[in-house]
């Protein structure tokens, strides 16, 4: 299993002019935390890149990492972050709930998506009587005795067809991913995916 990859274009535009902007050298991954001080955290380079911008090859500028480190291990059984342990971040993720009720209409049985829901924190934000509420991440395994039982977790990166495999033709009323999206390899392909739902 490759622990990352150097990219040769642009995550957005896809041009192959990429332009150092700044080497961090070796880091260790984060959100890896060891149970032991001998046991050794993932670690390699970190780079950041601009994308060469030009309006004849319609390219974008984006400023980005060079490398692209493997979500199956950044995500797996090891990842330690989780949302509920820290009281600011609760409240933080709830009033982000709050925010988006006084913006949005939604009834009891409207589907809402969290993708990377880790622990639910932002879900239970939510009523207990709202019946379609959905939890997409990758640590789900992990998380999951977090989850209550009027909250479904998909134990998975979130996909289009996964939530179709569930809710068939339906469509989210709303779609909410807290501090992932930079994560991301293909962010036009997770945007085009969340679009279909």
Do not use: W
């Not at 990219?7 to 890896?32: F, K, P, V, Y």
């Amino acid at each position: 299993m490759f622990l990352y990859k150097e990219i040769e274009s642009c995550r957005i535009c896809g041009n192959s002019e990429l332009d150092l902007i700044l080497d961090l050298g070796e880091m260790a991954l984060t959100g890896i935390f060891p149970k032991t001080k001998k046991e050794k955290v993932p670690s390699g380079p970190l780079t950041l890149i601009k994308c060469r911008e030009s309006i004849a090859t319609n390219s974008c500028g984006l400023v980005q990492l060079k490398e692209s480190y493997n979500p199956k291990i950044m995500y797996g059984q090891e990842y330690g972050y989780r949302s509920g342990l820290n009281d600011s971040m609760v409240s933080h993720l709830h009033n982000k709930v709050k925010r988006i009720l006084n913006l949005v209409t939604l009834d009891l049985d409207e589907i809402v998506v969290d993708i990377g829901s880790n622990d639910s924190t932002l879900l239970q934000g939510y009523s207990i009587n709202q019946k379609n509420l959905v939890g997409f991440d990758p640590t789900g395994e992990k998380f999951q005795n977090y989850y209550p039982d009027h909250i479904e977790l998909v134990k998975d990166f979130f996909s289009a067809q996964a939530f179709k495999n569930k809710f068939e033709n339906k469509k989210a009323k709303l779609i909410t991913s807290i501090a992932m999206f930079y994560d991301l390899e293909n962010p036009m392909d997770f945007a085009k995916e969340v679009y279909e739902i």
